[in-house]
T-cell receptor, first 114, second 109 residues
């Protein structure tokens, strides 16, 4: 089934630990995104990639890093987790970043940092 | 700064019509999106507006006025399954989406 998968579904993590959230899409979309969603706030863009081999910073990039080695995968790494990174993380992809290209979202990863 | 405003919560009756408003102030405008998000799930695309006017898609319609920085989503013949949050997002001059906090719509029988 075409779409976006994320792993893990949920995770409880000790502060200071390193964590990688995985995201894979099979729609051959050029652009991919990582968002976090916190109660009472809109989705906030962490990092994005307009095409394989390129990445860019979003609104809240501090404490996070990404890579885009190929079209399908876009992992998000927390180098040293802090409690303020407790959130629901959504990966999304789109064919392009202009026009009416809608973003398709993965099911999300619920991360708790203690 | 960039800002998207939507009501936090609305309540409507099954079978009725509801209008969810969105006002925006962004650095540039390259289109406005509406998404639906059921509790505990991912957002899913509903509509896209880039020119002024009304876009109709079944029971859902979306309106845009660029001069007023205003959009609304109109839901007709409400069903219980329409209980969800509705997210307004604007694509800015950097072609990134700026998201509102969402409107939680509660449908009562």
């Amino acid at each position: 089934i075409a779409g976006i998968t994320q792993a893990p579904t949920s995770q409880i993590l000790a502060a200071g630990r390193r964590m990688t959230l995985r995201c894979t899409q099979d729609m051959r979309h050029n652009a991919m995104y990582w968002y976090r969603q916190d109660l009472g706030l809109g989705l906030r863009l962490i990092h994005y990639s307009n095409t394989a081999g390129t990445t860019g910073k979003g609104e809240v990039p501090d404490g996070y890093s990404v890579s885009r080695a190929n079209t399908d995968d876009f992992p998000l790494t927390l180098a040293s987790a802090v409690p303020s990174q407790t959130s629901v993380y959504f990966c999304a992809s789109s064919q392009g970043s202009t026009g009416g290209n809608e973003q398709f979202f993965g099911p999300g990863t619920r991360l708790t940092v203690l | 700064g960039q800002n998207i405003d939507q009501p936090t919560e609305m309540t409507a009756t099954e079978g009725a019509i509801v209008q969810i408003n969105c006002t925006y102030q962004t650095s540039g405008f390259n289109g406005l999106f509406w998404y639906q998000q059921h509790a505990g799930e991912a957002p899913t695309f509903l509509s896209y507006n880039v020119l002024d006017g009304l876009e109709e898609k079944g029971r859902f319609s979306s309106f845009l006025s660029r001069s007023k920085g205003y959009s609304y989503l109109l839901l007709k013949e409400l069903q219980m399954k329409d209980s969800a949050s509705y997210l307004c997002a604007v694509r800015d001059s950097n072609y990134q989406l700026i998201w509102g906090a969402g409107t939680k719509l509660i449908i009562k029988p």
